[in-house]
Structures are given as C-alpha cells and as structure tokens.
C-alpha cells in the first residue's frame, strides 16, 4: 500500500515530463514534505528520483539544479544511475580521511544500466513508516573506486572527487540517513575545497577523473580535484 502512494508520485512527475517536453527533473523536496497535503497522502518523491534515474532521467533533491547536471554528466559518462547526496567530514573522522554521502535516492543500476539491477531493500522514509525509499548495502562493494563531482554555483568550476568505499550507515534506518562512507586521500583538503561548491555531491562506481578533465577542457571549466 504505501508502495503505491509513493508511485503516483513518480507517474506524476512522468506525465508533467511529458507534457512540458523537459527530460530532467528537481523539486523542492523539504518544503514540500513538509506540507499538509502530502502528509495527508502520505507521499515523499524520494522513490521517483530513484526510479527516473533507473530510466534514464536525471533527478536531483532539493531544487539542486547544479546537480541535476552533475547527475546528467555521470550518466552520460559512465552509463549508470549515480547517487547524489550531503557530504561531510564528521569531526570524529576529520582524523582518518574518511567521508560519508547521505540521502535516500540510491537506484538500481547504479552499477551500469546494461548491468545486473541491484538487490534493493525498501524503507520508509518517516518514522510513521510511509515515504518508500530504495536501499542498498553499500558495505558489499567495500575496496571499490567511487568518482564525485560537484559544480560551482556559477558553472565554471567541477570539483572531481576520488574515493574508495568503506562501509555503509543506516542501511535500514527510517529518514534521511542512508550514506556510502568512502575514505578520500586528503579529508581536510576536501573540507576546504568543498565550501567553494556546496555540500551536494554526485557520484558513481569507477574512476572517472580523466573523463571528466576532458569534459571540463572541452566545456571550458577549472578543474578542482580533492
């Protein structure tokens, strides 16, 4: 049943696509959720960003337009379903160069779209269980090579990050709160480097750096790499 409320949100935005002849999409998530009207009906958009980027369809949370253009980049490079998501240095981490990327959107062809789907849990958003949302163990993939990138609020800069997987928090906790943890080369270097860009990166399984500075030459951008 609430699988179903979360899917009227996702033939919504479908038709509103079509209708409007656009191919990508963002919405202000929070503000929405927090209204009365879909807490009556108890839908978040959660589970339609992950199933557009299933399809094919660049999706970002949070009216981030800057990454809807970062997911469409990854996409368009690597052929797989990126994930996007806050990403921060914890003060108890600050130490070991380890990160963390959280938001409940990840898909199931995060691993290529001509790949085998990933084995998805699903959990409620809220902690009165409605709002379905996709889950994967990212633990499985520990010792993988993951690429983020963010771009700069005037679209002249991409920041290329390089990671490796680590584990996974709140695989199956309620809220916003599922996160690939990844350990970079340099966390304080990254710290500093990220408050140019925001918090809201993108990113995909495979090392992509050299993909992306040929993108960024030819588009003219700057390179920032952490």
Same mark, same amino acid.
């Given at each position: $049943?609430?699988?179903?409320?979360?899917?009227?949100?996702?033939?919504?935005?479908?038709?509103?696509?079509?209708?409007?002849?656009?191919?990508?999409?963002?919405?202000?998530?929070?503000?929405?959720? +927090?209204?009365?009207?879909?807490?009556?009906?108890?839908?978040?958009?959660?589970?339609?960003?992950?199933? #557009?980027?299933?399809?094919? *369809?660049?999706?970002?949370?949070? +009216?981030?337009?800057?990454?809807?253009?970062?997911? @469409?980049?990854?996409?368009?490079?690597?052929?797989?379903?990126?994930?996007?998501?806050?990403?921060? *240095?914890?003060?108890?981490?600050?130490?070991?160069?380890?990160?963390?990327?959280?938001?409940?959107?990840?898909?199931?062809?995060?691993? /290529?779209?001509?790949?085998?789907?990933?084995?998805?849990?699903?959990? +409620?958003?809220?902690?009165?269980?409605?709002?379905?949302?996709?889950?994967?163990?990212?633990?499985?993939? @520990?010792?993988?090579?993951?690429?983020?990138?963010?771009?700069?609020?005037?679209?002249?800069?991409? #920041?290329?990050?390089?990671?490796?997987?680590?584990?996974?928090?709140?695989?199956?906790?309620?809220?916003?709160?599922?996160?690939?943890?990844?350990?970079?080369?340099?966390?304080?270097?990254?710290?500093?480097? $990220?408050?140019?860009?925001?918090?809201?990166? @993108?990113?995909?399984?495979?090392?992509?750096? $050299?993909?992306?500075?040929?993108?960024?030459?030819?588009? /003219?951008?700057? *390179?920032?790499?952490?």
């Amino acid at each position: $049943e609430m699988l179903e409320k979360s899917l009227k949100g996702y033939v919504l935005v479908q038709k509103l696509l079509d209708r409007n002849g656009c191919n990508a999409y963002t919405m202000p998530c929070p503000d929405c959720c +927090s209204t009365r009207r879909l807490n009556h009906d108890q839908l978040t958009f959660c589970l339609t960003h992950s199933l #557009m980027k299933d399809d094919g *369809v660049p999706s970002a949370c949070a +009216s981030d337009v800057g990454s809807v253009i970062s997911i @469409a980049i990854l996409m368009s490079i690597a052929r797989k379903a990126p994930h996007m998501g806050n990403c921060m *240095v914890r003060l108890e981490d600050k130490t070991n160069h380890s990160l963390r990327i959280l938001h409940d959107v990840c898909s199931k062809y995060m691993k /290529g779209y001509d790949e085998k789907p990933l084995p998805i849990d699903y959990v +409620s958003f809220t902690k009165g269980n409605w709002g379905t949302t996709m889950r994967y163990d990212f633990a499985q993939d @520990a010792g993988e090579k993951v690429t983020l990138i963010n771009l700069s609020p005037k679209m002249d800069k991409i #920041m290329i990050v390089r990671g490796t997987v680590t584990g996974c928090d709140d695989f199956l906790t309620p809220e916003c709160k599922h996160a690939l943890v990844f350990d970079v080369e340099d966390s304080h270097d990254f710290h500093k480097k $990220e408050a140019e860009f925001g918090h809201h990166f @993108a990113w995909v399984y495979g090392d992509y750096e $050299e993909d992306l500075r040929m993108l960024a030459d030819m588009l /003219g951008m700057d *390179v920032v790499v952490a």
